[in-house]
């Protein structure tokens, strides 16, 4: 018997990674094609919960877990919000499984979508079990989502931006400032991405921390980077609404660029780029945390096909063709 079902997508940052965390903008997108899934059914009575990774090889029972446990963070958050109490003696018997095609600590938010899918399906089994008992159901915006999943995300990255879980809870094209109400923005034409990854795990935590250290010490240097980027993403988000998407790849390298000086990139991210551009795509660039996980290239549709097979020749271990397209 199934109790409950969340699941949320993977995302990419199209512009303004690193920057967005200084307070300047950027522009990320869900990615459909990976998910993350969380799966409640009901367990022995007086057994609690127990979280099920198998992909990472886990399996955690609440009660004894700790309490910067990121799974297990997720569920207590979501408990205790919908629920308006702390778990504890009354903790349900549930085990939840978790599954995710996204791959770990490379720029598609995986932390993220696991988290909104653990508090999706929480919330999913609280439904299903006050419907039952002739009680109103526990509902939770994606405002709520978002900022529950948030707080998983400072365990991952120490001092996120706040864009992976935003984009990811919203489930939509998000124009992301910190500190304010996430901006849904509009695309004037579809346009097709070549997502390839790397195969190089790269914990955002530990780039974050490596740019702020290097910001700390050149903060005028730091700070004119990040207007750049800035002004790139507004150029961006413009051309998107503007139905020009191919005006996109001249920014996307100077974007790139951007990140290179600002210490991000790595020889595995530049081969791949260079081979997108080879193969025909309008520009490419790191998206992400960088120093591995994943590269995004602008392709049309003709040679999307083309492009992928040219970056897995050049060592990707993967790729993801995908539509960016107005939400209907």
């Known amino acids: 018997m199934i109790l409950g079902i969340g699941r ?6 199209l512009f303004g990674e690193h920057a967005v965390v200084y307070g300047r903008p950027a522009l990320a997108v869900p990615v459909t094609q990976v998910q993350a899934e969380a799966r409640v059914e009901p ?7 127990t979280i099920c990774a198998a992909d990472l090889g886990e399996e955690i029972a609440l009660g004894r877990a700790a309490a910067d446990h990121p799974l297990a963070l997720a569920v207590r958050l979501a408990l205790a919000h919908l629920r308006g109490e702390e778990v504890g003696p009354r903790e349900p018997d549930w085990r939840i499984t978790v599954c995710s095609t996204i791959p770990i600590a490379s720029g598609l938010g995986s932390g993220a979508a696991v988290s ?4 999706r399906g929480v919330a999913a089994a609280l439904k299903q079990q006050e419907a039952a008992a002739g009680r109103p159901a526990p509902v939770l915006s994606a405002a709520t989502v978002s900022a529950l999943v948030y707080e998983t995300e ?3 990255h120490g001092t ?19 500190g304010r109400p996430a901006e849904p923005f509009a695309i004037g034409r579809p346009f097709t991405l070549v997502i390839a990854d790397t195969g190089i795990r790269s914990p955002t935590r530990i780039t974050v921390g490596d740019v702020r250290r290097a910001w ?11 207007d750049r980027i800035a002004a790139l993403v507004e150029q961006a988000r413009t051309a998107i609404a503007d139905g020009e998407p191919a005006r996109l790849g001249p920014l996307m390298d100077q974007n790139h660029a951007l990140l290179s000086e600002i210490g991000v990139s790595c020889a595995e991210l530049d081969v791949l780029i260079a ?31 083309r492009v992928a ?11 993801i063709v995908t539509e960016v397209a107005p939400i209907p």
């Not at 909104?116 to 508090?119: E, F, K, P, R, W």
């Not at 996120?160 to 910190?178: C, E, H, K, L, M």
């Open 160 to 178: 996120p931006s706040g864009i992976d879980n935003t984009v990811i809870a919203y489930g939509q094209p998000v124009y992301f400032v910190r």
């Open 43 to 49: 367990a022995a009575a007086g057994t609690g919960i």
């Open 309 to 319: 097979e040219a970056l897995i020749a050049a060592g990707a271990t993967r790729t």
């Open 154 to 156: 400072k365990l991952h």
């Open 116 to 119: 909104t899918a653990l508090v």
């Open 216 to 226: 700390e010490r050149e903060p005028a240097r730091y700070e004119a980077l990040f």
């Open 275 to 305: 081979a997108a551009r080879a193969a025909g795509a309008l520009g490419a660039k790191l998206s992400g945390g960088g120093r591995g996980g994943n590269m995004i290239a602008l392709a049309t549709e003709k040679n999307a096909a």
């Open 8 to 13: 949320a997508a993977g995302k990419v940052i």
